[in-house]
């Protein structure tokens, strides 16, 4: 019987070491290693091709996407880079969500965009649109469910039907919902993304990214890239997200938990105009992550009542809710998308609402977290 997600969580890439029998796997910082003869070696011969930790790493988290192959990357976007030049050629053509990341709309548009790629956003919560209108040469479609930071679920099984009848590929950005909510794979996407500074590592203290998928050819093509360009993650950063892998699966079960909660008191305050969360059952995407999610995650968006003078001061206003980017760590974090993370699509079909705040929900105490949320609306009502 297949081992269950929290025992390949803890175990899968992470045998004894058999030099000592330490259990933990060891950081290999070498950057070469001796071979027996010339072009015989023991599986490794120089870091940047491969190394003991990393390939630790990479087995694991494939192993909990259901995948056959996993590369890390030095970040998330190092990796969507990657998986992005594999798969483009000049003319081709890329479908993103009409809320996507800030990050991945500037890699396409900015970046990808000057060796001659084009580019499209598109309501993907209408497969059957997309279908009506697929824009020639499209290649790729490009998923995040949900979203960042409108928090909009995508049917990722409906998008590929989609997608493969016209010969492309779907990625699937699973950040926010992480392999323990939701696998990408499982529901036909071609490749899954990860930025591992999130939920895998968890702490806040570690960059990185990962691409995991089952294609033998495709897997083969970025191992090259891989190796070529080099943007591979550090021993120690594979390390910091190995430790912080084992605990995916409690920590999601209490980042969910306590996003419930913070919602609840959300629907009730004055100073908030509107709550943004798939939990939610008048979620415009609740069904769809109902189906594909095992739980509705730690990410939470909602318009303060106020406009864009409110948001800015509920994000500045709080105690236990640090301001700052990023997400997914123990510690919650709360921003205003428009002026932070989001800042680079200002002005763009991708801008987001001023009034917008996200949070990401950390491990506090719950009544903590929702009290210091209360008390920053409360000051900016």
Not at 23 to 45: S, Y
Not at 87 to 113: C, F, K, M, N
Request: hydrophobic share 45%; glycine share 8%.
């Amino acid at each position: 019987m297949d081992d269950g997600f929290e025992t390949r969580a803890i175990h899968a890439g992470q045998p004894p070491d058999p030099a000592t029998g330490a259990v933990v796997p060891p950081i290999t910082l070498a950057t070469t290693f001796a071979q027996d003869d010339v072009g015989e070696h023991r599986g490794f011969e120089y870091s940047r091709a491969g190394n003991p930790t990393r390939r630790a790493l990479e087995t694991c988290v494939a192993s909990l996407e259901g995948a056959r192959h996993g590369l890390a990357f030095a970040s998330g976007m190092a990796a969507e880079d990657t998986v992005l030049r594999a798969l483009l050629r000049p003319g081709d053509h890329v479908v993103l969500p009409e809320d996507a990341y800030g990050g991945t709309v500037r890699l396409v548009g900015q970046v990808l965009a000057e060796d001659g790629v084009t580019w499209g956003d598109a309501d993907l919560t209408q497969p059957e649109a997309l279908d009506a209108s697929w824009p020639d040469r499209t290649r790729v479609v490009w998923v995040e469910t949900p979203t960042n930071p409108l928090l909009t679920c995508l049917d990722v099984a409906a998008l590929a039907a989609v997608a493969h009848a016209h010969d492309a590929r779907v990625i699937v950005d699973n950040t926010f919902a992480t392999p323990y909510l939701q696998q990408p794979l499982a529901l036909h996407a071609d490749v899954v993304v990860h930025s591992m500074t999130k939920y895998l590592g968890g702490h806040s203290d570690v960059l990185g990214g990962f691409l995991a998928l089952d294609d033998d050819e495709l897997a083969e093509r970025l191992a090259f890239l891989q190796k070529a360009v080099g943007a591979v993650a550090s021993p120690f950063d594979c390390y910091l997200v190995l430790r912080g892998v084992k605990t995916l699966a409690v920590r999601m079960e209490r980042h969910c938990a306590s996003a419930r909660a913070v919602v609840a008191m959300l629907e009730q305050h004055p100073a908030v105009a509107g709550v943004l969360y798939p939990g939610r059952p008048d979620h415009p995407g609740h069904a769809v992550a109902a189906k594909q999610m095992r739980d509705y995650g730690g990410m939470v968006s909602f318009l303060a009542a106020g406009g864009e003078d409110a948001a800015l001061r509920i994000a500045a206003g709080t105690r236990l809710f640090e301001l700052a980017e990023s997400l997914g760590a123990v510690e919650s974090l709360i921003e205003h998308p428009g002026r932070m993370t989001h800042a680079s699509v200002a002005g763009s079909s991708h801008a987001v609402d001023a009034a917008l705040i996200r949070l990401s929900v950390g491990l506090e105490t719950t009544e903590d977290l929702v009290e210091d949320l209360r008390r920053g609306l409360d000051a900016a009502a």
